[in-house]
């Protein structure tokens, strides 16, 4: 229900603008590359996530379409925002690395500061980067070269200096549908041929984030891209953006011309990857599910579940089980469905199967 305050954007509305902005109340008509870059990358931690990303944003998203861009270096793999695995554009790829630098220098001290002390950092970056573009490796590979160097040292904290000091692509087969093994390393610029962009302030950054996940605190632009002090950014930006309040009171930026749909708009039933970045982009994360939810979705070793949507909002898990020719996708809703969201979630289910499990003879769906 509207709130009859203008100012004051309620849960549904929050809800249907993200859903608007993820390319989820419809299918959009653009392409891979397009939709990436629209989203700021995908979480990719995974190398399959990220098809059903694109599956369930874009009408008539084959496997092909996403895995020629990483074939053709147009898209790749590596640390950025939060310090995790996204796939993102070579272009964001080049522009947001030397941004988010910073933030990646801090995560690197508050995880592995005690067994780095007494070391230089810049040394063991240069040594692996030297490594690196003779040769990719794995991290394991990386960190068995640089303990060559500094033997008293844990190789897989040297390993990480250089992932976080260095920008390591991840190199194919890595990032194709199905291909399996281990991530393979080697520099941004390398693989592009190209330099980073100079480091540059993150108001642009800024401005792309709430195009994609707006309306939004200050705490959420942070808490997505795992930087502080982002409030300098914004209170630069406040010519080219509008304010509201949310049902707690407190300041949602966004963008002049962003969408902000109808808290009715009506939304068909998706389906959600692993590691979705609609589910981790915020730190008020009530938009799209609840703290219980987050409790189910989310488990303590780090992964995050495949969801589906009714009515907008997280309502269950999603797996498809295979064995030899057979697939099945298996729903556990987090409450009594409706038969209505039922035949829905079945009939969008027999599409994702079509697409997730193409060479399965036959295809069954089952609720528990």
């Given at each position: 229900?509207a709130?009859g305050d203008?100012?004051?954007l309620?849960?549904r509305?929050?809800?249907r603008?993200?859903?608007?902005?993820?390319?989820?109340?419809e299918?959009s008509a653009?392409?891979?590359?397009?939709?990436i870059g629209?989203l700021?990358?995908?979480?990719?931690?995974?190398?399959?996530?990220?098809?059903?990303?694109?599956?369930?944003?874009?009408?008539?998203?084959?496997?092909d379409?996403?895995?020629?861009?990483?074939k053709?270096r147009e898209?790749?793999?590596l640390?950025?925002?939060?310090g995790?695995?996204?796939l993102v554009?070579?272009?964001?790829?080049?522009?947001?690395?030397?941004?988010l630098?910073g933030a990646?220098?801090?995560?690197?001290k508050?995880?592995?500061?005690r067994?780095?002390?007494g070391l230089?950092?810049?040394?063991?970056?240069?040594l692996?980067?030297?490594?690196?573009e003779k040769?990719?490796?794995?991290l394991?590979g990386?960190?068995?070269?640089?303990?060559?160097?500094w033997?008293?040292?844990d190789p897989?904290?040297?390993?990480?200096?250089?992932?976080n000091?260095?920008?390591l692509v991840?190199?194919p087969p890595?990032?194709l549908?199905?291909?399996?093994?281990q991530a393979?390393?080697?520099?941004?610029?390398?693989w592009?041929?190209?330099?980073?962009?100079?480091?540059?302030?993150?108001?642009?950054?800024?401005e792309r984030?709430?195009?994609?996940f707006?309306p939004?605190?200050v705490?959420?632009?942070?808490?997505?891209?795992g930087?502080?002090?982002l409030?300098?950014?914004?209170r630069?930006?406040r010519?080219?953006?509008?304010?509201f309040?949310?049902?707690?009171?407190l300041?949602?930026?966004?963008l002049?011309?962003?969408p902000?749909?109808?808290?009715?708009t009506?939304?068909?039933?998706?389906?959600?990857?692993e590691f979705?970045?609609?589910?981790?982009s915020h730190?008020?994360?009530?938009?799209?599910?609840?703290e219980?939810?987050?409790?189910l979705v989310?488990?303590?070793?780090?992964?995050?579940?495949?969801?589906?949507?009714?009515?907008?909002f997280?309502?269950?898990?999603?797996r498809?089980e295979q064995r030899r020719?057979?697939a099945?996708?298996v729903?556990?809703?987090?409450?009594?469905?409706?038969r209505q969201d039922r035949?829905?979630?079945?009939?969008?289910?027999?599409e994702?199967?079509?697409?997730?499990?193409?060479?399965?003879?036959t295809?069954?769906?089952?609720?528990?």
């Amino acid at each position: 229900m509207a709130t009859g305050d203008p100012d004051v954007l309620d849960r549904r509305t929050l809800n249907r603008s993200l859903l608007a902005r993820q390319l989820l109340v419809e299918r959009s008509a653009m392409s891979a590359a397009q939709a990436i870059g629209h989203l700021v990358g995908m979480q990719a931690q995974a190398p399959n996530p990220p098809y059903i990303g694109l599956w369930t944003r874009l009408a008539g998203f084959r496997v092909d379409d996403l895995a020629g861009l990483v074939k053709s270096r147009e898209v790749v793999r590596l640390v950025l925002m939060r310090g995790t695995i996204h796939l993102v554009t070579a272009q964001d790829c080049l522009a947001l690395r030397p941004v988010l630098q910073g933030a990646l220098e801090q995560g690197l001290k508050g995880t592995f500061g005690r067994k780095l002390e007494g070391l230089d950092p810049a040394q063991v970056a240069a040594l692996g980067r030297e490594s690196v573009e003779k040769e990719p490796l794995t991290l394991g590979g990386l960190g068995s070269v640089l303990a060559e160097r500094w033997p008293d040292r844990d190789p897989f904290a040297l390993a990480n200096v250089v992932r976080n000091l260095v920008p390591l692509v991840q190199v194919p087969p890595r990032g194709l549908w199905g291909e399996s093994g281990q991530a393979v390393h080697t520099t941004a610029e390398s693989w592009l041929g190209r330099p980073l962009t100079p480091a540059v302030a993150p108001d642009t950054m800024v401005e792309r984030y709430l195009a994609a996940f707006g309306p939004a605190t200050v705490k959420d632009i942070q808490a997505w891209s795992g930087m502080t002090r982002l409030a300098d950014a914004v209170r630069r930006l406040r010519p080219r953006l509008r304010s509201f309040r949310d049902e707690n009171g407190l300041e949602l930026v966004d963008l002049l011309d962003a969408p902000l749909p109808d808290a009715d708009t009506p939304v068909p039933v998706r389906f959600l990857p692993e590691f979705d970045n609609i589910l981790l982009s915020h730190a008020d994360r009530a938009r799209i599910l609840t703290e219980e939810q987050r409790k189910l979705v989310f488990t303590r070793n780090g992964l995050i579940k495949s969801t589906f949507l009714v009515d907008g909002f997280v309502s269950g898990l999603w797996r498809i089980e295979q064995r030899r020719k057979a697939a099945t996708l298996v729903l556990e809703p987090f409450r009594p469905l409706r038969r209505q969201d039922r035949d829905a979630l079945a009939a969008e289910g027999a599409e994702l199967l079509a697409f997730a499990a193409a060479s399965a003879t036959t295809r069954d769906i089952r609720f528990e």
